[in-house]
């Protein structure tokens, strides 16, 4: 069986559930596990993603408004790797390849089948990785996750049910400039670890929010974590989120604590990796009852000191 993923969190499922020796191409952006950016890569990108939020921004919006994708497939290569299934998603063109391409392109293909993920709640998401397991025949090794999940998931409720004394507010950023607040799963996740949420929509999209909404709400927790942004290129912009945010009137009035975190690893791939995410929300959440997480994941977490300063 030759599997082709054009999206990071379907690689990291097929990954997840044993599949990764069949996997003969993948997306430009795959990147995890560090081994299958050796395989062929049947994308590339019309967007410079070392340009500055703003950049970035503007120049999504200019190519949409053409009507031309973000994101090239290559055909060609895609033939000659002949998968039995390519999975993709049918969510977010800004995200991936859209689905319109690769079904275009498939129709060139004699026999390959299409998975599409489409996930906007944390139910989604699993049942993805169950849906992919059983298209590909290994429903055991799906629901074997999905056991992992609830484990993960219990051992969150069960530390916060009793211990928890207050429910601080959580704002995440999904993108520095215009800023977004992370929705989709993200109110889900808050909820899970013991937050309230600010502003977001559980399954709805990342609302865009100005300085004026944002001065208006009183957060406790502030995770920045921009979507496709390791820490390194999130410490590079930190004038920009200070520019941004009303930091200094949340630092006075609410004490609100600020964390980084490697927006690129976690919370924006809607994969196996939304476990370790939660796990990460907890300890910035209520640092005191979940410490060890901020050992465990301190590779892709920062917390910010006053003023918005490095540790």
């Keep these: 069986m030759k599997l082709v993923s054009l999206l990071p969190s379907a690689t990291e499922i097929l990954v997840q559930l044993g599949l990764e020796e069949s996997l003969v191409g993948v997306s430009h952006e795959c990147d995890y596990p560090m081994s299958v950016k050796f395989l062929p890569n049947l994308t590339s990108t019309r967007i410079n ?44 063109d800004v995200c991936a390849v859209s689905f319109s391409q690769v079904e275009e392109a498939c129709q060139e293909l004699v026999g390959a089948k299409i998975i ?14 169950q849906n992919v397991a059983d298209q590909l025949g290994i429903s055991q090794r799906g629901e074997e996750f999905r056991e992992e999940v609830d484990s993960r998931v219990n051992a969150v409720k069960n530390r916060l049910n009793g211990k928890a004394t ?42 865009v929010v100005d300085r004026e909404v944002l001065e208006k709400i009183s957060p406790d927790v502030v995770v ?13 912009e930190m004038d920009l989120l200070k520019k941004q945010i009303p930091w200094q009137d949340w630092e006075t009035k609410y004490n609100t604590r600020f964390y980084l975190v490697d927006g690129n690893s976690y919370f924006n791939r809607p994969g196996p990796r939304i476990l370790d995410s939660l796990e990460i929300l907890a ?29």
């Design 166 to 207: 207050h429910t601080p507010k959580v704002l995440t950023i999904e993108w520095l400039d215009p800023i977004y607040v992370g929705g989709m799963w993200l109110p889900e996740m808050i909820d899970i670890a013991g937050g309230e949420v600010c502003i977001a929509e559980c399954g709805k999209p990342a609302p």
């Design 116 to 129: 599409s993920l489409r996930p906007q709640k944390l139910g989604d998401i699993w049942n993805d990785v």
């Design 224 to 236: 920045v974590k921009p979507c496709g942004y390791k820490l390194e290129q999130t410490l590079k």
């Design 283 to 311: 300890h910035c959440t209520h640092p005191n009852l979940f410490p060890e997480f901020g050992e465990q994941y301190a590779d892709g977490l920062i917390k910010l000191e006053p003023g918005l300063n490095l540790p």
């Design 49 to 92: 993603p070392s340009s500055s939020s703003p950049d970035i921004h503007k120049s999504v919006l200019e190519v949409m408004k053409n009507s031309v994708s973000v994101y090239d497939l290559d055909l060609e290569l895609l033939k000659s790797l002949n998968p039995d299934f390519i999975v993709t998603q049918d969510l977010c």
